[in-house]
């Protein structure tokens, strides 16, 4: 009777520790995706920024242009 009982409760203590186990593995599980979601957000991010430092000298010359062009008109 005494080892049905410590076999239950080392049972137990082990669907404990699975139990915490996977919760531990769902949190990391779902933390890796929110990292992967902000690395993939900020790529995208990083790439419209470049794009925008591309733009930038071609306007700044448009703007000179433009200026140059309404002082002759």
Do not use: G, H
Not at 21 to 48: A, C, G, P
């Amino acid at each position: 009777m005494k080892q049905n009982a410590k076999i239950a409760k080392r049972l137990d203590e082990s669907l404990a520790a699975q139990n915490k186990i996977y919760e531990v593995n769902r949190e990391y599980t779902r933390d890796l995706f929110k990292m992967k979601q902000q690395i993939k957000s900020l790529e995208e991010e990083k790439t419209t920024l470049q794009k925008q430092l591309q733009i930038a000298p071609a306007c700044k010359y448009l703007n000179i242009l433009l200026i140059s062009i309404l002082q002759i008109i």
